[in-house]
């Protein structure tokens, strides 16, 4: 019978772009792949649980950092900025995971019928032993993508499942507050879907809060406790975590890029660009597609 780590490995073959990742037809699913050990990568994540079936990742978080590796399954509860990088991956043995971005309205229906659990720590990063019964559903998920046609039909009750398992974990609380609908998750939630649809507009701190149903006194220190970071701190890692993949991935040049994620200054964006990823955008730009070209 296939096993999880065979199917993400035969899906990843088939879809991954050069990048390593294969999203696929099921939203919010998809599987990575590297052949190689990686540079290291900035991103500010979704709220997500990301299934580690061979190799090793190193995860930094504010001052920590967690290494998980095959049979463990990480779990980001916040949109919180993280460096990660793959360093156990060979061509004979690629790191391979799936990865599944959580959903909020799934976890709040399933939560309001599951009985209440102790409140955990605020800790955004963990990892935890990969579930039996999580790895059976996330195996049925991928057999699925091998039937198309049945992909827009039964996908639904899988992904739901998929969340059960989680919510009936160890971690499970933490999960939970992903859900409430007027929670402090919930509300910052709310502004960090707009800064990510307009991150390259001046938002007003004001329009934020408002977003969130706060005051913008309010919206500050309850944004700062999820994310780590103050509203503007986020938008400019977005702005230049974009710009780099712009750089890479489409061959823009750098003032190109710091112009189309809203830098007015070329040699500001330089410097924020610099002061994030340890070098200047050209030259990170051709580190990061030589890696790429190397693995």
Known sequence: MTSLRDA???????????????????????TVRACAPSGLLHAIPRPLACLVLQ????????NRGVDFQAGDSLLITADVPTVSQVTRASLAEPYLALVLELDPAIIADLAS???????????????ERTDDDVAAVALRLMRLLERPDAVPILHAPLVR????????GRHGA?????????SRARRVARAVALLRAEFAQALPVERLAAAAGMSPSSFHQHFRAATSLSPLQFQKQLRLIEARRL???MGMNASGA???????????????????????????????RSRALAA
């Not at 993400?8 to 998809?30: E, K, R, W």
């Not at 933490?174 to 007027?182: F, H, P, T």
């Not at 330089?270 to 200047?280: E, H, I, K, S, V």
């Open 8 to 30: 993400i490995q035969h899906y990843t073959d088939a879809h991954a772009g050069p990048d390593g990742v294969a999203p696929s037809p099921i939203p919010g699913l998809s």
């Open 55 to 62: 190799g090793t990742k190193h995860v930094v978080f504010g």
């Open 113 to 127: 019928q599951m009985r209440p659990e102790a409140e955990e720590d605020d800790i955004p990063v963990r990892f």
């Open 161 to 168: 499942e998929l969340h059960y398992w989680l919510l009936a």
């Open 174 to 182: 933490a999960i939970r507050r992903l859900g409430g609908q007027d």
């Open 247 to 249: 750089m890479v991935a």
């Open 258 to 288: 710091a112009f189309a994620v809203g830098y007015e200054s070329v040699p500001q964006f330089t410097r924020d660009y610099a002061r994030l990823f340890g070098q200047p955008p050209v030259r990170d730009a051709k580190a990061v």
